[in-house]
């Protein structure tokens, strides 16, 4: 019933069993183990010692619910022990559990997964705390039903119409008036069974430290879980009386329109860096390259390849994108196109690896897929530990590398060291960023400024992640499995020497092979006598850091020919170790393992289409609060594209940190991180003010090609008059210096911009050809497309109208421009229509070019209060305006997408009433003035917010020069500080 209530609001709720809940699976090797994500030990919970308690007093209170005192206790587990009704043995909600040593329900131990069409989404089980927007950090008990305390007009009637059959039905049936009127007093009590005299609500019951607070099912997304790793495990509960939960929301309010003021200011900073865009005219090449991948491509893969192109070819700054994809999900062959594009380019490109073994694979791949042999013949090089500068090899291919020779370098921590240096290094790939120091990315640092950087991670850390969820660092996400893929069963259970040979025995039997993986190389010799006691014949050979050079790598490759059972290894194999015939990974002292590591370790199988194995064995005098938060979290977290998840509940367990410094401390763990976040985005949409999403492309389909400046293969690249941002080589005839201007004119940002490009022009290169001027015009609308957030442009057929496609626009957007405009008015032949969802309305609202615009039923106020619904829809209307926008380049046709569901800017009859070759300039001188306002809006913003973070910094640094000062005063004073 809470189910179809909840359903009936238009919201998804699904009744999880409870995580604690022990059961054997049927494996067709009768092993006995525990079924997939659950965690069974002889030991007491890890989260708490068992509690005294008196049976007697526990069985009453459950008979006193309704539950049969007649009842069979089974405390052979120590953990859970299950007790089943007699009196109804078929009925599960019956059933009741000893958990840390209290009688409890299986229905209590239940969790809810709920969530909505819109994107939000809620898991929690009870005894999770949560945080409620207006009432704070409370602990979630249960789902209850209670009759609706705020009904609608329509409910209302139709109470009151049913109510009115029930009396008519009594009185027919031939009931007295006493009997009639005990009826009409049950109407809304308990007594009241019909579902609509008395309407029922789900409801969600949160304690807090004063009061219980039930909160409606369709109100659920005020609510997230409580995540902040670097507070107390169990917070405080707030009190729902009183102003603590306002005060600290407040403190974090503040908090948080500061680090908006410092992103803005390192949007402003990174807007600052420019580089040479790559051309888009060898985009064809590495579409040819791009068929030579064996499998077809996920959608999520599809995305990051037109997100990488995008920011490599239509962006003049530099990328920083982070790929966040599941382990054998394809995020290396995203790095493959990228690597290929810049050497395409004529760039150099290096790719970065954290071990041997991984280095050594991706140089095999490189080599196949583009070196010598191929029909690309590129360059390739494999620098690693033991090649250092002071070496012969080392020299020669440093040399080499330096003089521009070797195309592409993949490459260890060697590649960091400081005698490194490149001709012309143009890309960088990062792979399983998170296993890099603080050190090593600090050389990055230096590396990779003014160069695209490409960053792969299938468990990001806590800090990168958040930059991500934040907006600062561009992310792309990989969720989609290749077919075939089955997810890994994973066992998380105490060391047991039988387990342990029957996981080798069931994978031996299968023709199969096993990873076996010890946290220390002082372990391996113990283990390999522990495989060797169980199996005398067993054919074990193993793998770590501190071998011979190459003897690791070559060891491994020995074990993937098949001359060996098992592999016997440190974290050494944690990344670049595909090998499809192993399907079991045994993970010796699993508590000392970090998540990201432990998560990488189960992906090493499961890369073919049998079923896979994962057992981490933990020692349980050795587990901490944080280690079994990380073995729970593998034990939940096993499905397919589970990688973001894993580095969502690693920064749970870890904490926040500060987003833009270096400690990991921040202000999350007040109001927790979920909430933290979208306080944040707020604050920075707040202070953005005009927040359409910059569009990097725009596809123009108006007919002959007419303002489009994507690359033809069918054009003739000699001639620039039939390429918009060609310059033509009598204008400018260095090679290079004309591909360098020709990329910073095409992706101007605004047309200030592009006019200082062209003065500059005019001044070192003389009078611009004509050619080249009309050519102008069409970059020149380009940038206004990008101010405006028009991803696509084109001729309705049937009217003639030409409709300019924004999915990112909004009417509190189109309100601020006009408000800056002569006479707060649109440009004459310039209409918006915006869809109902967007106005509050049931139909389109359209704003006429030309005539005064009524500012205050556009504007949306700002300043919305927290609990307003609102700023949800707002997150949610920025998700989904970026989906079309990145998917508007493969549309050919208006006809393949339905308009009316997207804001757009309409000019009446363009098609008609203007001629081909003049549209350029009819749309320009329609489209100037608005762009012009969005560009100086946000210049403005972002001035304001870097002068603001400055002036912070410099009262700071004062602050603490003066502590400083009084200290040394103390000191000289004589008196102790």
Not at 670 to 683: A, P, T, W
Not at 878 to 888: F, L, P
Request: glycine residues 6%.
């Amino acid at each position: 019933m809470k189910v179809n209530l909840a359903k009936a609001a238009g919201i998804s709720l699904t009744m999880l069993e409870p995580t604690d809940t022990a059961s054997y699976p049927e494996e067709e090797t009768k092993s006995n183990f525990v079924t997939t994500g659950k965690i069974l030990g002889e030991k007491p919970s890890w989260f708490g010692p068992d509690d005294s308690f008196d049976m007697q007093t526990e069985l009453q209170s459950i008979m006193s619910q309704g539950i049969s005192s007649s009842t069979d206790i089974d405390e052979s587990n120590a953990k859970v022990g299950t007790i089943t009704s007699a009196a109804a043995p078929d009925n599960d909600d019956n059933t009741i559990q000893v958990v840390n040593g209290k009688i409890q329900s299986r229905q209590q131990l239940m969790g809810i997964s709920v969530g909505s069409a819109g994107g939000w989404s809620l898991e929690v089980y009870p005894g999770d705390f949560v945080v409620h927007r207006k009432f704070g950090i409370g602990k979630y008990e249960k789902v209850v039903l209670q009759p609706k305390k705020k009904l609608s007009a329509e409910e209302k009637d139709r109470q009151e119409e049913r109510r009115k059959e029930i009396i008519n039905e009594l009185m027919k049936d031939g009931k007295n008036l006493e009997e009639i009127q005990r009826v009409v007093e049950t109407f809304g009590t308990d007594e009241d069974n019909d579902p609509i005299s008395n309407p029922m609500a789900t409801l969600l019951e949160i304690a807090y430290s004063d009061a219980v607070v039930h909160v409606p099912i369709d109100r659920a997304y005020r609510l997230s879980r409580y995540r902040a790793g670097d507070a107390a495990i169990k917070p405080r509960l707030s009190r729902v009386k009183g102003e603590a939960w306002a005060k600290a929301k407040r403190k974090v309010e503040a908090n948080t329109a500061q680090m908006a003021e410092d992103v803005l200011a390192l949007y402003a900073t990174r807007e600052t860096l420019n580089r040479t865009p790559f051309d888009p005219s060898v985009e064809g090449r590495v579409k040819k390259f791009a068929e030579s991948f064996p499998f077809e491509p996920t959608p999520d893969q599809k995305k990051c390849f037109e997100d990488v192109e995008n920011d490599m070819v239509w962006r003049s700054r530099p990328m920083d994108r982070l790929i966040c994809g599941d382990v054998g999900f394809g995020k290396t062959e995203v790095a493959m196109r990228a690597l290929f594009r810049a050497v395409a380019n004529g760039r150099q490109a290096a790719l970065l690896a954290p071990t041997g073994v991984l280095a050594a694979q991706h140089y095999k791949q490189v080599v196949k897929r583009m070196g010598e042999g191929t029909e690309h013949n590129f360059n390739v090089a494999l620098l690693r530990g033991g090649m250092g500068k002071n070496t012969k090899k080392g020299r020669e291919l440093r040399a080499a590398i330096d003089a521009g020779e070797i195309d592409i370098v993949v490459g260890t921590h060697a590649l960091l060291s400081n005698g490194m240096s490149f001709k012309d290094l143009g890309f960088l790939t990062i792979d399983e960023e998170q296993r890099f120091g603080v050190n090593q990315k600090e050389r990055l640092k230096l590396i990779c400024n003014c160069i695209d950087v490409l960053t792969l991670s299938a468990t990001p850390i806590p800090r990168t992640l958040q930059m991500s969820l934040s907006g600062i660092r561009d992310t792309s996400t990989i969720r989609s499995p290749p077919p075939m893929r089955k997810p890994t069963v994973s066992y998380v259970q105490e060391h047991d020497e039988s387990l342990i040979k029957d996981a080798i025995e069931r994978e031996l039997a299968r023709q199969g092979q096993v990873f076996y993986v010890v946290p220390r190389i002082a372990q391996l010799e113990d283990a390999e006598a522990m495989l060797n006691r169980l199996f005398p014949e067993l054919r074990v050979i193993q793998a770590h850091g501190r071998m011979s050079r190459g003897t690791a790598e070559d060891n491994v490759a020995s074990f993937a020919e098949g001359n060996h059972d098992v592999l016997l290894a440190t974290t050494v194999i944690e990344n670049g170790v595909d090998i499809p015939r192993v399907n079991t990974i045994i993970i010796q002292n699993a508590q000392a393992f970090g998540m990201s590591t432990l998560y990488q370790l189960r992906g090493r199988v499961g890369r073919s289409d049998l079923q896979a194995y994962a057992y981490f064995f933990h020692k349980s005098d050795a587990i901490t609060e944080q280690s079994a938060q990380r073995l729970q979290a593998m034990a939940d977290l096993h499905e397919l594209g589970s990688g973001f998840d894993v580095a969502n509940r690693d920064l749970e367990i870890r904490g926040a940190g500060s987003l833009l410094g270096t400690e990991q401390s921040g202000m999350a763990a007040k109001v927790g991180f979920d909430l933290y976040m979208r306080m944040l985005k707020k604050s920075i949409r707040q202070l953005r003010g005009l927040d359409i999403p910059m569009v990097p492309r725009c596809n123009v389909l108006l007919p002959g090609g007419e303002g489009s400046i994507e690359w033809d293969e069918n054009r003739d690249s000699n001639n620039a008059s039939e390429s918009s941002y060609l310059i033509p080589e009598l204008f400018i005839d260095d090679v290079k210096e004309r591909i360098k201007q020709e990329g910073i004119a095409r992706l101007a940002e605004s047309t200030e911009s592009l006019v200082k490009v062209t003065n500059k022009w005019k001044k070192k290169y003389g009078a611009i050809p004509a050619e080249l001027q009309n050519n102008l015009k069409a970059l020149h609308l380009h940038t206004c497309f990008r101010q405006l957030g028009i991803d696509i442009v084109g001729l309705d057929e049937s009217s003639g109208d030409c409709i300019l496609r924004a999915p990112g626009l909004r009417p509190r957007h189109w309100a601020m421009i006009c408000s800056q405009l002569p006479r707060e008015t649109p440009p004459k032949g310039l209409d918006v229509v915006f869809p109902g969802r967007f106005c509050f309305s049931e139909e389109d609202s359209e704003i006429v070019g030309g005539k005064k615009v009524d500012l205050e039923e556009l504007f949306a106020n700002p300043n919305y209060s927290d609990d307003d619904e609102e700023w949800d829809a707002l997150d949610e209307e920025e998700v989904e305006a970026m989906k079309e926008i990145s998917s508007a380049v493969n549309i050919r046709d208006l006809s393949e997408i339905d308009i009316n569901n997207y804001p757009r800017l309409v000019i009446k009859k363009l098609g008609e009433s203007v001629e081909e070759g003049s549209r350029v300039d009819a749309l320009l001188k329609v489209l100037l003035p608005p762009s012009k306002v969005v560009y100086e809006k946000q210049q403005r913003d972002k001035e304001k917010a870097k002068v603001a973070a400055e002036l912070r910094e410099k009262r700071e640094l004062i602050s603490k020069q003066k502590k400083e000062q009084e200290k040394m005063n103390s000191r000289r004073l004589g008196y102790q500080y």
